[in-house]
């Protein structure tokens, strides 16, 4: 027997599309279908009163005043966790109509192929009828949002999702109460799987229905990514210090004491071993506390491949930089140093991208349409 999935909408001023767009969901599905009317003006009412003639068994739930999408979607998730326990998940999708039924269906579909995985129905921004500000934002989004998760969003601001239930309970207590909560979510995501299946790009009149606002959101949701990145990266300068303080703490014990009596090699075998375990407290430490996998094969030796090309480079580039420069070869300890912190801010980008991003259940998508 299937799983119940219900469908979402969260409405604010909707127009007269709605009710169409409900009986097309209506004739496509059986699950429970949940509107919130999110403190839409009093004109708005013929319109929701007509959305539950068009559909047997449409709730309707209000809001006395417009809160946001986060705040809608987050009372359309406690009253289906409430009222169908048993529940597989939801798939959201918005009030305009651009998210076609059966793109909402298919959505639904892969949540009960695949029940503890957010699914996203992602669009293509490359066709000449997408908006010059869907775009843009998109594009630039997705490059941050690379760089904060370690994942490759193919939409990240897409409103089609498909919510496990136990996401759905999470997401309840997750900052955000309009725009900006679609992108805490994904922020939120961690190590859940996640499933990516490419929709119909629609953009009814320019998109203009959307309450969407580009350069305020957009500025905010980039805010937000940024911060996230900066949080993972105070963590991983943390994490570096750390294990410079057990390299340094490791070597003076070993060179005093564990091969104190060794007439050859006895500095070699200090820096070598102290070297080699202070390598893997920062990859643990990484793992775990600062990007947050859960799983270590195969990044460590992606790890072990980085620390020796940071190792080469640092000498390589200090190298170049000391022979090109007459300032840099009468200033060598500065010159490495600046080297090595461009390096360290590469080694950041490349761990979340490169090292620990496969740590993370890779993203699955369908078929093309």
């Not at 449409?58 to 705040?71: I, M, S």
């Not at 430490?285 to 799983?295: I, K, P, Q, S, Y």
Request: contains cysteine.
């Amino acid at each position: 027997m299937q799983g119940m999935v219900a469908i979402v909408i969260p409405a604010f001023n909707p127009d007269e599309r709605l009710p169409g767009y409900i009986a097309s969901l209506r004739a496509g599905c059986d699950d429970p279908i949940v509107i919130v009317d999110d403190g839409s003006a009093g004109a708005c009412a013929p319109v929701f009163r007509r959305c539950q003639e068009a559909a047997p068994g449409v709730t309707l739930l209000a809001h006395g005043v417009n809160q946001g999408k986060g705040r809608a979607l987050k009372t359309a998730f406690a009253y289906l966790l409430e009222r169908h326990p048993g529940v597989v998940g939801c798939v959201t999708a918005d009030a305009d109509g651009q998210h076609l039924a059966k793109d909402v269906m298919e959505c639904a579909a892969a949540l009960r192929a695949s029940p503890g995985a957010l699914v996203l129905g992602c669009r293509t921004f490359g066709l000449s009828h997408v908006p010059f500000r869907s775009r843009f934002g998109n594009t630039a989004i997705r490059a941050f949002f690379a760089l904060a998760t370690g994942r490759r969003f193919l939409d990240t601001q897409t409103g089609l999702r498909a919510i496990p239930a136990d996401f759905m309970r999470e997401l309840i207590d997750c900052p955000g109460e309009r725009f900006d909560y679609e992108t805490r979510m994904l922020l939120a995501l961690g190590d859940r799987p996640l499933v990516q299946i490419p929709i119909e790009t629609v953009y009814l009149e320019g998109n203009k229905s959307s309450h969407f606002k580009p350069l305020r959101d957009s500025t905010k949701i980039l805010g937000i990514v940024i911060g996230h990145i900066v949080s993972r990266f105070v963590r991983f300068t943390a994490a570096s210090l750390a294990s410079f303080a057990v390299d340094i703490a490791l070597f003076k014990a070993l060179h005093a004491i564990v091969f104190r009596d060794f007439s050859v090699g006895r500095l070699a075998l200090s820096v070598a071993v102290a070297r080699v375990v202070s390598a893997l407290f920062n990859y643990f430490v990484n793992l775990h506390f600062v990007f947050g996998g859960v799983r270590a094969t195969r990044s460590l030796a992606k790890y072990a491949a980085l620390a020796i090309g940071i190792l080469c480079a640092s000498y390589i580039l200090t190298a170049i930089a000391t022979d090109a420069f007459p300032w840099a070869s009468r200033h060598v300890a500065t010159t490495k140093a600046a080297v090595d912190l461009a390096l360290f801010l590469a080694s950041f980008a490349v761990q979340r991208l490169c090292v620990f991003s496969s740590l993370s259940r890779p993203s699955k998508t369908s078929g093309g349409k």
